[in-house]
């Protein structure tokens, strides 16, 4: 079993800054991707952000420029890092990982999700 803690969120006024974190804890063999998903009242979840074990990225177009997804494999955590916030940005923000059991199978697993509310 896989637990992901997110932290981080909270409320930001337009032009702000937040950095999200999400430490993954368990037994496992090992974390493949890892990414940032949200979802806005009344839409669905999106993606917003992933990053391999290699640290390839991939982000929306929405967020692209604005948003850094980094990772710490020794800690089994990945971050994201939201500059230049816009109200559009508001959601619930979701911890996703990709992982690899010990006996070989590949398991998808989500976060509790943090609240981001950007608003002046």
């Known amino acids: 079993q896989v637990q992901l803690v997110e932290s981080g969120g909270g409320l930001v006024q337009p032009g702000g800054s937040l950095r999200l974190s999400c430490a993954a804890s368990?037994?496992?063999?090992?974390?493949?991707?890892m990414g940032w998903y949200r979802q806005a009242l009344g839409k669905e979840r999106e993606l917003v952000a992933t990053?391999?074990?290699?640290?390839?990225?991939n982000y929306a177009d929405s967020v692209k420029g604005r948003f850094t997804i980094s990772r710490d494999n020794a800690k089994n955590t990945v971050y994201l890092y939201m500059n230049s916030l816009k109200p559009e940005d508001t959601a619930v923000y979701y911890c996703?990982?990709?992982?690899?059991?010990?006996?070989?199978?590949?398991?998808?697993?989500w976060g509790q999700g943090t609240q981001v509310t950007v608003s002046a």
């Open positions: 996703n990982a990709l992982v690899t059991t010990f006996s070989k199978y590949e398991l998808n697993y």
């Open positions: 368990g037994s496992f063999f090992s974390i493949n991707a």
């Open positions: 990053i391999t074990s290699g640290g390839s990225t």
